[in-house]
């Protein structure tokens, strides 16, 4: 429910799906029916506008399987993005693939001139990120970009912060995180093969902690990154898992599992940024924002997955008294989750012709930073950001 229709005398005592507009059902459909397809189910089946149609998986009997455990009868399955395209007239796609199959899904349902929830990261490359926006100006469509940490409230409360002036002006900031044992295998190794994953830990986790400070910082451009990634952890026969267990994929393992940077932000921003899958140690830092009139802690959480790992800390200075608020975690358990609302959002702007809660827009300097961080690396020395569709 939108501030506004809370506000209104007429909706008094309803709840949301009270008010959801259900003469007209939108015709949805899931583009790879792995792990993360079942969160956006879920929430699917709670929204009382949404007709689930079709979903496609390359895994001959996956999708069958998946709307099956999930209760859902008479959806159509194929046996890829193309195929459930080009049959079905749908209104909206969530791309549920791995990383690699984020662009060429999008693009091909954006063609089809279908709406797109696109899952995080928005995909491997600066170009392909760049050939998506292209397929989206085209389309006309709604694309936005799957970071439910977005509608988390310590993520509002931290750009609130951000843009009140508090801080004054904001020089330095230094985010990412990351765990000690923590190579993401929960169902198979498309997060650690690189035809499917493509990036690692800089994709999977680097890509929320860039978003949660650019967003807060209003995603100023990314100017150059000098950047550095490594794989020790995963290439490594010896690396045991979170659990003890000796993990035994080094031989598929084809992606980084840290990575860092220096970046320099329009504005005159600098960004330090490290991120982790494995390492020893427990944190590699809290994510600090620094201004000329107060500095923000945002302590680090132990897997770094787009959270606040505890109460945040505001530095300012009082007539030369330097002065600690705490500022408490907002618990917002009472509250419907953050993968409703990233959906909800989502299928509100395609129903309404608004714009894209998570836009292209904003997340093509995020894909930036990470291809920047990935090229830097391989060429060894700081780079220029380039970034295709706007040049
Ligand atoms: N937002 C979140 O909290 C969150 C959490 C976990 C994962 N993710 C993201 O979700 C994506 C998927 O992760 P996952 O863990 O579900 O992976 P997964 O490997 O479990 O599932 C991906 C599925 O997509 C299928 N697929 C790939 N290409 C396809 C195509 N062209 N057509 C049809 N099916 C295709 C694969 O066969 C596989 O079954 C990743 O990009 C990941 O970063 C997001």
Redesign the pocket.
């Known amino acids: 429910m939108s501030e506004m229709d809370a506000l209104n005398p007429n909706n008094a005592g309803k709840n949301e799906d009270d008010i959801i507009d259900t003469s007209k059902k939108l015709r949805v459909g899931i583009?790879?029916?792995?792990?993360?397809?079942?969160?956006h189910i879920i929430e699917y089946k709670k929204m009382p506008d949404v007709e689930i149609i079709a979903?496609?998986?390359?895994?001959p009997g996956?999708?069958e399987a998946f709307f099956k455990a999930n209760g859902i009868e008479g959806a159509r399955c194929?046996?890829?993005?193309?195929e459930?395209l080009d049959n079905e007239d749908l209104d909206a796609v969530s791309?549920?693939?791995?990383?690699?199959?984020?662009a060429?899904?999008a693009i091909y349902a954006l063609e089809k001139g279908v709406n797109v929830l696109l899952?995080?990261?928005m995909c491997v490359t600066i170009e392909e990120a760049a050939e998506i926006v292209k397929a989206e100006k085209a389309s006309g469509k709604v694309l936005s970009i799957?970071?439910?940490p977005r509608f988390d409230a310590n993520m509002k409360l931290i750009k609130q912060i951000c843009e009140s002036g508090t801080l004054g002006k904001i020089y330095y900031i230094q985010t990412g995180g990351g765990r000690r044992r923590g190579i993401?295998t929960?169902?198979?190794t498309?997060?650690i093969e690189k035809e499917?994953?493509g990036i690692g830990a800089l994709?999977?986790i680097g890509?929320y902690s860039l978003d949660m400070v650019l967003n807060a910082i209003g995603y100023p451009k990314p100017l150059t990154v000098s950047g550095y990634k490594s794989s020790f952890f995963g290439n490594s026969p010896k690396y045991f898992t979170s659990e003890g267990k000796p993990a035994h994929y080094a031989k598929l393992f084809g992606v980084d599992d840290f990575a860092a940077a220096f970046v320099r932000l329009e504005g005159d921003i600098i960004l330090d940024f490290r991120i982790a899958w494995a390492m020893n140690l427990d944190t590699p830092g809290d994510t600090i924002i620094m201004g000329t009139n107060g500095s923000l802690r945002i302590p680090s959480t132990e897997c770094w997955?787009?959270s606040v790992g505890g109460p945040m800390k505001l530095y300012t200075d009082i007539e030369g008294l330097g002065v600690e608020t705490e500022i408490p975690i907002i618990d917002e358990t009472w509250q419907k989750g953050l993968?409703y609302q990233?959906i909800r959002s989502f299928l509100d702007a395609v129903k309404n012709g608004g714009s894209a809660p998570v836009p292209s827009s904003q997340i093509i300097y995020n894909q930036a930073i990470i291809d920047g961080i990935a090229k830097s690396a391989l060429a060894g020395k700081e780079i220029d950001v380039e970034i295709p569709c706007l040049e």
Do not use: R
């Open positions: 583009i790879g029916t792995g792990w993360i397809a079942g969160s979903g496609a998986d390359l895994i996956k999708a194929y046996p890829s993005h193309k459930l791309v549920c693939t791995y990383n690699a199959q984020h060429p899904c899952e995080k990261p799957g970071f439910q993401p929960p169902f198979g498309t997060f499917t994953g994709g999977d890509c997955n787009g993968f990233k």
